[in-house]
Each structure stands twice: as structure tokens, then as C-alpha cells.
T-cell receptor, first 115, second 112 residues
Framework: GAGVSQSPSNKVTEKGKDVELRCDPI?????LYWYRQSLGQGLEFLIY????????KSGLPSDRFSAERTGGSVSTLTIQRTQQEDSAVYLC?????????????FGEGSRLTVL | QQQVKQSPQSLIVQKGGISIINCAYE??????FPWYQQFPGKGPALLIA?????SEKKEGRFTISFNKSAKQFSLHIMDSQPGDSATYFC???????????FGAGTQVVVTP
């Protein structure tokens, strides 16, 4: 597709369940990012993948959060044992490389609601 | 703690007026300052960006002013239009890459 694709667009789950959120970046983009946007707040960096390098996981809020990127393309963000404070919009972005333009292309996000 | 502080939280401006959003930062390693625009239900999109070697950058009706000594930068939207109604986020990063620190956002409403 032309843009970053995320699925599901909406996910409602019960506290304690695991969830998986998927991101399909723009073809040819080597860098992929996950951000979290909580209600009324800015975007919070979670994790960054660049090519075959080890990911930068410095923004993950707890060990319940993990992410992987397969084949340098699709990425999955997994939240284990979800808590109510995990409710947010999870945004994925990709960029061509780690170049100085820094422009991120965002998907429309996956809205997660934990009951 | 929030490394980029943004104000105001919201503003209402009449069509044709000027919208001004301010941001301040502390980390002197930041050297890339983008602004992103977000419409409801959509992801943010890059609007305009500046590096600290210039004090101002203009693209159409949008201007970034940058004050390195004060560690502040602002977005001016001239001749605001109803289609500009959106949430605007300032951000900053070291080295110009995508691990951005975002401000909390400003919801702009332009009335007809």
C-alpha cells in the first residue's frame, strides 16, 4: 500500500489478556517506530527498528511490552497481561532511513481499550 | 518527565487570524525540531521542520521561529483557515532522527 497500515484499528480486551498489534510499513522504509498516544497527551516513544540492527527498546514502559520485526518489514507489538493504563492509541511510523530529514510517516493507529 | 513543553493546550482563532503555538526544551543535544499536524482519527503528519542553524523557516502560511539561546521555538499559522483545525505537536530529537520527544499537543479550532 501507499501508506503505513496498522491493524486492528480498534481492539477492546479484558484486563489480563494479551494483545498483538500489527504494523505494515511503507515499502522500502528501513526504519520503523512504535509510539503510544494517551488521551490528551503527546506521543510517547516506545521502540525503534533500523534494518538488521538490534532494536532500541529504551521507551518500552515495562517488560509486559515487546515488539519484533520480521524480514525487515512487518512489525508486531505485543502487550502481555494488559492493564487499564495500557489503554491508548498505538501508532506505528516508518521512515526511509536514519537520515537527517527525520520525517516519520505514521499509520492511523490501533486504539486499545482495556476493560 | 516531559522534555518538550508545549503551550497553549488549546486555542480558538477566527478565520484569517494568526495562530501561535509555543514550545520550550531543556536538552541542548536536540538539533531537529519538527511540527506535526494531526486530524481526528488520523496519524500525525509532518508539517514543517527546522534545524538550529536558522532562526526562521517559512512554508506557505506556516512559519517556525527558533530561539536557540532561549531554547524555545514556535509555530505561526498565518491567515488561519477552518481546514487548519487540528491538533499540532511540536517535537525535538538529537541528530535529526525519528526518536522524537513530543510536546503534549495544541488543539486549534478555526471558526468561520
Amino acid at each position: 500500500g501507499a501508506g503505513v497500515s496498522q491493524s486492528p484499528s480498534n481492539k477492546v480486551t479484558e484486563k489480563g489478556k494479551d494483545v498483538e498489534l500489527r504494523c505494515d510499513p511503507i515499502s522500502g522504509h528501513t526504519a520503523l517506530y512504535w509510539y503510544r498516544q494517551s488521551l490528551g497527551q503527546g506521543l510517547e516513544f516506545l521502540i525503534y527498528f533500523q534494518g538488521n540492527s538490534a532494536p532500541d527498546k529504551s521507551g518500552l514502559p515495562s517488560d509486559r511490552f515487546s515488539a519484533e520485526r520480521t524480514g525487515g518489514s512487518v512489525s508486531t507489538l505485543t502487550i502481555q497481561r494488559t492493564q487499564q493504563e495500557d489503554s491508548a492509541v498505538y501508532l506505528c511510523a516508518s521512515s526511509q532511513d536514519r537520515g537527517y530529514t527525520g520525517e516519520l510517516f505514521f499509520g492511523e493507529g490501533s486504539r486499545l481499550t482495556v476493560l | 518527565q516531559q522534555q518538550v513543553k508545549q503551550s497553549p493546550q488549546s486555542l480558538i482563532v477566527q478565520k484569517g487570524g494568526i495562530s501561535i503555538i509555543n514550545c520550550a526544551y531543556e536538552n541542548t543535544a536536540f538539533d531537529y525540531f519538527p511540527w506535526y499536524q494531526q486530524f481526528p482519527g488520523k496519524g500525525p503528519a509532518l508539517l514543517i521542520a527546522i534545524r538550529p542553524d536558522v532562526s526562521e523557516k517559512k512554508e506557505g502560511r506556516f512559519t517556525i521561529s527558533f530561539n536557540k539561546s532561549a531554547k524555545q521555538f514556535s509555530l505561526h499559522i498565518m491567515d488561519s483557515q477552518p481546514g487548519d483545525s487540528a491538533t499540532y505537536f511540536c517535537a525535538a530529537s538529537p541528530g535529526g532522527w525519528g526518536k522524537l520527544q513530543f510536546g503534549a499537543g495544541t488543539q486549534v479550532v478555526v471558526t468561520p
